[in-house]
């Protein structure tokens, strides 16, 4: 028995050390690591920063930004725009002539957007951004691999098993609740403490999107073969999509003046 739980610990020590060394230091998200990030980057710092700040406006220099820090920042909207474009444009090609492609590109696009938009409420509500605790990476990780994972194993199932456009809808209208839940309690939770209107946005979006989503619910008939309800559904995800915009840049700003007040 003391040599059969020996082997066992030796075994284990050596799977260890397997795993271990496909284990690497990280200082950056991947979207760092993005080809087409790094090339912006060094374009826009090649174009606009020879001269030191020149090029920034004055604002941008009262706030303390660096000309560096200004492209870092520029190029993550103009990268992160690319991949969201992606989602509107199958949703546009697939919405202008229904084939087989455009029809799987649009589920796919849209189930990339509601499952990265979990991701992203879980990440800022409870900042697993921040390096610190030291166990806040590796939550990070492994909520970036269950993502990724639960995405692959929805395509593989609507590909390769069964495309089933009601587990499609309640598999979204899942995440995206989900979602929703998480944003509402964290909007009523900072605006008790900070008493500031901006903090509840989250909230009152995710109210205007369930009233939407009802249109996608409670179906009609098209209004003189034009209008129905899954139009006027698209219709009424412009403002909250604006007003969202609006929320991630008070956010922002809000978590930047925290971090420069700390230091």
């Known amino acids: 028995m003391v040599l059969g739980s020996a082997r066992g610990?030796?075994?284990?020590?050596?799977?260890?050390?397997l795993v271990a060394t496909f284990i690497g230091k990280t200082t950056a998200s991947l979207g760092d690591h993005l080809p087409d990030f790094k090339e912006c980057v060094k374009i826009c710092q090649s174009e606009n920063c020879q001269d030191g700040n020149t090029a920034l406006?004055?604002?941008?220099?009262?706030?303390?930004?660096?000309?560096?820090?200004?492209?870092?920042?520029?190029?993550?909207?103009?990268?992160?725009?690319r991949r969201v474009a992606?989602?509107?444009?199958?949703?546009?090609?697939?919405?202008?002539r229904d084939f087989p492609l455009t029809e799987k590109l649009d589920y796919f696009g849209a189930g990339a957007n509601v499952m990265y938009g979990l991701y992203l409420?879980?990440?800022?509500?409870?900042?697993?951004?921040?390096?610190?605790?030291r166990y806040k990476p590796t939550l990070r990780r492994l909520l970036t691999a269950v993502c990724l994972i639960l995405y692959t194993?929805?395509?593989?199932?609507?590909?390769?098993?069964?495309?089933?456009?009601?587990?499609?809808?309640?598999a979204n209208?899942?995440?995206?609740?989900?979602?929703?839940?998480?944003?509402?309690?964290?909007g009523i939770i900072r605006y008790r403490k900070t008493n500031r209107f901006?903090?509840?946005?989250?909230?009152?979006?995710?109210?205007?999107i369930i009233l939407a989503m009802s249109l996608e619910l409670l179906d009609f008939a098209p209004w003189k073969g034009l209008i129905d309800a899954h139009s006027l559904w698209h219709l009424?995800?412009?403002?909250p999509a604006a007003w969202w915009y609006l929320f991630l840049v008070k956010d922002i700003q809000d978590d930047v003046t925290g971090i420069r007040l700390k230091t």
């Not at 992606?86 to 202008?96: D, K, R």
């Not at 194993?153 to 309640?170: A, E, G, K, P, R």
């Not at 009424?236 to 403002?239: D, F, H, K, Q, R």
């Open 9 to 17: 610990k030796v075994y284990f020590y050596l799977l260890f050390l």
């Open 57 to 81: 406006p004055f604002h941008l220099r009262l706030l303390l930004w660096t000309c560096p820090a200004e492209c870092d920042y520029t190029c993550q909207h103009v990268v992160t725009d």
């Open 86 to 96: 992606l989602c509107w444009t199958f949703s546009m090609l697939f919405h202008t």
């Open 121 to 133: 409420a879980v990440i800022r509500i409870f900042r697993l951004d921040q390096e610190d605790p």
């Open 153 to 170: 194993l929805h395509v593989c199932y609507l590909s390769f098993w069964s495309w089933d456009y009601t587990y499609n809808m309640i």
């Open 173 to 186: 209208i899942v995440i995206g609740m989900t979602q929703n839940v998480l944003w509402t309690a964290w």
């Open 198 to 208: 901006w903090t509840v946005w989250p909230a009152l979006i995710v109210v205007w």
């Open 236 to 239: 009424g995800t412009v403002i």
